[in-house]
């Protein structure tokens, strides 16, 4: 480990020696930590984050100027639909998709190195329960349904395949992950096939460039976004497994999603019949202030432009048919060949452009006290996932149904999205279609049959629907006899 002086000396040549100006009141162990902690840190690179947070914080919020007319929605021809397709090229693609995972040739990339800091929770959010029947979390769900497709893929091909799933955590939640799996046995997946690394962790800034002290021998790390994948998968050689697996295709999506298809046969099918290197999910977006991305052309190459910069009037545009010019809202939800994927980590990754978070960053003010800021005081800059799709020579979109494949979770119940409540219902919602869909008839609690969704389950203000909880033991009893099942077998996947 290097000493005191040289990484004082280092952090000289990057103008931020005040995070050891209470070096000399630690503890022999808390000196050690802090010293560790501050060791890696490159001091150019430091000098150059924290300068470039401090001057983009600075920009003026807003479009940038010019981006209207650069701006054109994706062609036709880049894009496909799950619900306006016909059923025969459907069944090809989910034919296709099931072969690959047959075949052993796709993995699944979860996103998780946020935790529960908006729900109210300091845990990760994969191991969050929105309050279904089952009680079970998001990370139990996921890794469900990965059972569920090697399961499915390998009875239309007689055959045993594996969906390694790799999740990336951070700092803050790859500890609690670990445990948390380790004590659910893995939810029945093979630990070997479960693959967890760790990205990377940037300094919090003060708006005029200075990294924040978090505690007297702690800095406020914070971790680099979810488009601090592409260093991590060079960090801990993610690639090089996925090679000796012999995976050559990646669905990389969030941990938040509820409604996530895991290594969707449908999507995976679609993206490798077109030649795609790259692809991304998307929903039609619900109104045009939406606060969503859309994935669009910028100068002819594709990208996700924030809600926050596209101005009102363009967001309000109209195409021929009457919906939304730019409605092709990003979820999140991702398909990637392994070769772009090491194309990006070898060639393209340094190009990617960090976003300004600002944020409410605990710290200690000059005397050592510490501080919970009322309002945001720092800046935390990330990558994001998506931004890779300018450098794709094959990038495609598909569009899916909100209702069936999008509820994220990120708010406590006391918002009125996002949050436990709309996740539950639209969970609960969907599999009250398929059961519909299966022949199921459900009754009330006085033995007469529902002839349309039960009112727990729409979308409504969570002050205004009554408890999920209630009503789903008298759909578990209420059907018997050929061609009315109840759900009891069904609800145990929810």
């Known amino acids: 480990m290097a000493s005191e002086r040289d990484v004082r000396a280092r952090l000289q040549r990057a103008g931020q020696e005040h995070l050891l100006r209470f070096c000399a009141e630690l503890a022999p162990g808390p000196r050690a930590a802090l010293l560790a902690e501050l060791e890696p840190l490159e001091p150019e690179a430091l000098r150059e984050h924290c300068r470039s ?46 072969h690959q995972i047959a075949l052993n040739k796709v993995a699944v990339l979860l996103l998780a190195g946020g935790q529960g800091t908006r729900l109210g929770v300091t845990y990760p959010k994969g191991m969050y329960q929105v309050g279904l029947p089952s009680q079970k979390t998001l990370y139990q769900l ?19 395949c594996t969906v390694p799933w790799y999740i990336m955590t951070s700092e803050f939640t790859l500890g609690p992950t ?10 029945h997946l093979d630990p070997n096939n479960v693959i967890m690394f760790e990205q990377r962790m940037l300094p919090a800034v003060t708006f005029d460039g200075r990294a924040i002290l978090e505690r007297k021998d702690k800095v ?32 990389v999506y969030c941990v938040d999603n509820i409604l996530v298809r895991l290594a969707d046969p449908v999507f995976i099918g679609f993206c490798v019949l077109r030649g795609a290197d790259c692809g991304a999910k998307v929903v039609e977006k619900a109104y045009p202030e939406e606060p969503v991305g859309v994935v ?27 919906g939304l010019l730019y409605n092709a809202g990003n979820i999140c939800n991702h398909f990637f060949t392994r070769g772009f994927l090491q194309m990006v980590t070898r060639e393209f990754e340094p190009l990617l452009k960090p976003h300004v978070a600002v944020k409410k960053v605990p710290y200690v003010d000059e005397e050592g006290n510490p501080v919970k800021p009322l309002k945001p005081n720092g800046i935390k800059m990330e990558k994001f996932v998506f931004d890779v799709f300018q450098f794709a020579k094959n990038f495609v979109a598909f569009e899916v149904l909100r209702e069936e494949e999008f509820s994220p979770l990120k708010n406590a119940d006391s918002a009125d999205r996002d949050n436990p409540s709309t996740t539950r219902r639209a969970l609960l919602a969907q599999h009250y279609r398929w059961a519909l869909q299966a022949g199921a008839h459900f009754l009330d609690a006085h033995g007469a049959q529902l002839t349309e ?10 002050h205004m629907v009554t408890s999920t909880a209630a009503i789903w033991p008298n759909l578990w009893r209420s059907a018997q006899g050929p061609g009315r099942w109840g759900l009891q077998p069904f609800l145990a996947h929810s």
């Not at 100027?65 to 639909?81: D, Q």
């Open 53 to 98: 947070a401090a001057a983009a914080c600075a920009r003026p919020p807003g479009p940038p100027p010019g981006l209207a007319t650069r701006l054109r929605p994706l062609p036709p021809e880049r894009v496909g639909s799950a619900s306006r397709s016909d059923p025969e090229t459907r069944r090809l693609w989910e034919e296709e998709g099931f």
């Open 142 to 160: 996921q890794a469900e349904r990965i059972r569920r497709v090697e399961q499915l893929a390998g009875e239309r091909h007689g055959t045993r």
């Open 178 to 187: 670990a445990e948390f799996f380790k004590e659910n046995d893995f939810f």
């Open 220 to 251: 406020a790390m914070a971790p680099d976004g979810n488009g601090g994948l592409y260093r991590a998968l060079a960090d801990h050689r993610i690639l090089e497994d996925m090679e000796r697996r012999g995976v050559e295709f990646v669905h």
């Open 296 to 322: 669009c052309l910028v100068d002819g190459v594709p990208q996700v432009v924030e809600y926050s910069e596209i101005s009102p009037e363009i967001a309000q545009l109209r195409a021929p048919d009457g």
């Open 453 to 462: 969704l039960p009112r727990c389950l729409c979308a409504q203000p969570s």
